[in-house]
């Protein structure tokens, strides 16, 4: 795959890059370790200053980095200037938060009374240089929820960006050089996905976190295990959005929109799933259905947009092929289902809602990765759970009820990482992110997030 800027919104090449060569990585992996050996002996406050200098300077670019990644990948302009903000908020917490995060623990003395120390403490060390295999959906957040805790943690970083965001990917390592971080701390590779493995295996490389498609995931995990290093993987999601009788159908149905069309669709948290309960389901549908048709499709630079182009020619071909197949086995199309008539040039999709989807279509177990909606009839609360589990995936889940029955059994009883009752999801740097099933394992954000790449060691210490 060429590593290239081509804009979704029109079909063009922007920009071309030559990847780095095997000198280049070989630099880049030895700067890295270099770098750990110093780096790792530095205080909380003196990677909190650096953090912070680095999140002054990219609220300083919000706008020029906004357009970078709306060129790249498509998704509204409005968008990419709160993705850079949220980068930010996440930085100065993760700055403000990061000491305490990881401060020594100290059992109770009655607990290890019998261990024979005069003292236990656990303490969390750094682990190393940790590669980052990062996708394009969310070209700055995704990177910088991992960046920011692995560097206030004391790890250096080597980012094997998405193919298609190699601006963004250069401006993060550019980024981090300005705000003073010694050469080292973190580093780009200009290098494809078949350069990751080569790596990943280098016994410089400590862990590895991957945010990307199961195949993906497979690889990573694959080669990883193969090493004996850690890994935190982030998949693929087909969250369901659940509506019981008792739910606030109006704002039910304005956050159905933004959860299914927010980043043009193409977010793994992204609601994909629309279970409702029989008793409002035609009420939720007929109001979903005109909501979702109502949402202006064009070009991502113009401030009215709501939905932009898909990020590549084949994220588009793909849920064509999702659609076309549900359509042939039955799915009835409420709204969309086509590309929109006008925008020929870019890899634009239509808002679309399926209903009448069986089992034996591919869209009932595959995700959906762009602005289709699929519904769902249920009959009571023991079919809205079975159904909303009926996936391989476990990411997060949306509920909508004024039950506090019906929420103790979806909590109870979801399959997934994350439950937001009467919200949409979202990730929050204090607020642990991850799934279960073949969404992946591991932890992002807060302080489960911070430790994953930290050596958990116990320290035990005799009397004199």
């Keep these: 795959m060429p590593i290239a800027t081509v804009n979704p ?4 090449t922007v920009r071309t890059f030559e990847p780095m060569g095997a000198e280049a990585v070989e630099r880049c992996l030895d700067d890295a370790v270099r770098a750990f050996a ?42 990419a200037r709160a993705e850079a903000a949220k980068c930010v908020k996440a930085m100065r917490w993760y700055a403000a938060n990061a000491e305490s995060l990881l401060a020594d623990e100290v059992p109770d003395p009655a607990d290890v009374r ?4 005069a ?34 943690a004391g790890n250096t970083g080597l980012l094997k960006h998405a193919s298609n965001v190699p601006q963004t990917a250069l401006y993060l390592d550019g980024l981090f050089e300005r705000a003073g971080y010694p050469r080292g701390c973190f580093q780009t590779l200009l290098i494809g996905s078949g350069g990751v493995e080569a790596v990943l295996r280098d016994p410089r490389v400590a862990a590895a976190t991957l945010t990307g498609s199961e195949p993906a995931g497979r690889a990573v995990a694959a080669a990883a295990g193969d090493e004996v290093k850690k890994t935190v993987l982030e998949l693929g999601g087909s969250d369901p959005f659940v509506v019981m009788p008792s739910a606030d159908l109006e704002r039910a149905v304005r956050t159905a929109v933004t959860a299914r069309v927010q980043n043009n669709g193409q977010s793994c948290i992204a609601a994909k799933r629309f279970i409702v309960h029989a008793d409002v389901y035609d009420g939720f549908a007929e109001r979903f259905r005109a909501a979702m048709a109502a949402l202006s499709v064009g070009d991502p630079m113009l401030e009215g947009t709501d939905v932009g182009p898909l990020a590549t020619e084949k994220g588009r071909a793909d849920l064509e092929e999702l659609v076309d197949d549900a359509v042939a086995a039955g799915a009835e199309v409420l709204c969309g289902g086509r590309r929109p008539p006008g925008l020929e040039r ?54 909508w009820t004024r039950s506090e029955e019906d929420v103790d059994r979806f909590v109870r009883d979801l399959e997934a990482g ?16 991850g799934g279960v099933k073949r969404s992946g394992y591991g932890r992002e954000l807060s302080g489960h997030g911070i430790r994953e790449f930290c050596n958990v060691t116990t320290v035990w210490q005799a009397a004199d």
């Design 418 to 433: 994350g439950i937001y009752v009467n919200g949409m999801t979202a990730s929050h740097p204090a607020l642990p992110f």
């Design 346 to 399: 870019g890899w634009y999709y239509e808002p679309t809602v399926l209903a009448g989807i069986t089992p034996g279509m591919r869209i009932d177990q595959e995700e959906t990765f762009g602005p289709v909606a699929t519904l769902y009839r249920v009959a009571d609360l023991d079919e809205a759970v079975e159904r909303a589990n009926h996936t391989p995936f476990g990411l997060s889940s949306n509920v």
């Design 9 to 12: 919104a029109t079909g063009e």
């Design 119 to 152: 003292s236990v403490r656990t303490r969390y060390r750094p682990l190393g240089v940790v590669l980052a295999v990062m996708p394009w959906n969310f070209p700055l957040w995704q990177v910088m929820r991992f960046a920011a805790p692995a560097l206030m």
């Design 114 to 117: 019998d261990s024979g120390a």
């Design 38 to 79: 110093a780096y790792r002996t530095t205080g909380f406050a003196e990677r909190a200053e650096l953090l912070l200098r680095a999140a002054d300077l990219l609220e300083a670019d919000n706008e020029d980095i906004a357009r970078t990644m709306t060129e790249e990948m498509g998704k509204p302009l409005a968008a």
